[in-house]
C-alpha cells in the first residue's frame, strides 16, 4: 500500500506561483513514477506532469510546459509541482498518485493505483 498527502494549494493572482508537495509514504513507493493530475467540476481528471522512481524522466502536459515543474527527492519520500506564471485555466484541484506498476512512467489516470486527498488551487486573474 502506497499513501500520499498532497499539501501547497491556495490562492494566488495570475501571473504568481505556487509549489505543491505531495509526500509518499509505504514501502514501495520509492519505487513508483508519481504523477500530478488536476480536476475541475464537470470534467475528466486530466494529466498535468510525472516523474519517474529514480527522477531521471519526467513528462509533461502542452498546457503546462515551460511554467511547471516536477521534481522528486526520494531522501524526504517527497515529489513537487513548482508552478510558476499561473492563469485562470490553471485553476482546479490537484492530485498526486504513485503508479500501479513499479519503475513504469505514465501518464494516464487509469495506470495510477494510489491518490492523494487533493489540494485546491486557485487563481484569480
Known amino acids: 500500500q502506497v499513501q500520499l498527502v498532497e499539501s501547497g494549494g491556495g490562492l494566488v493572482q495570475a501571473g504568481n506561483s505556487l509549489r505543491l508537495s505531495c509526500v509518499a509514504s509505504?514501502?514501495?513507493?520509492?519505487?513508483?513514477?508519481i504523477g500530478w493530475f488536476r480536476q475541475v467540476p464537470g470534467k475528466e481528471r486530466e494529466f498535468v506532469a510525472s516523474?519517474?522512481?529514480?527522477?531521471?524522466?519526467?513528462n509533461y502536459a502542452d498546457s503546462v510546459k515551460g511554467r511547471f515543474t516536477i521534481s522528486r527527492d526520494n531522501g524526504k519520500n517527497t515529489v513537487f509541482l513548482q508552478m510558476n506564471a499561473l492563469k485562470p485555466e490553471d485553476t482546479a484541484v490537484y492530485y498526486c498518485?504513485?503508479?500501479?506498476?513499479?519503475?513504469?512512467?505514465?501518464?494516464?489516470?487509469?495506470?495510477?493505483?494510489?491518490w492523494g486527498q487533493g489540494t485546491q488551487v486557485t487563481v484569480s486573474s
Open positions: 498518485a504513485a503508479t500501479r506498476s513499479l519503475w513504469s512512467i505514465r501518464t494516464s489516470p487509469d495506470d495510477y493505483a494510489y
Open positions: 509505504g514501502s514501495s513507493s520509492s519505487f513508483r513514477a
Open positions: 516523474v519517474s522512481a529514480p527522477a531521471t524522466n519526467t
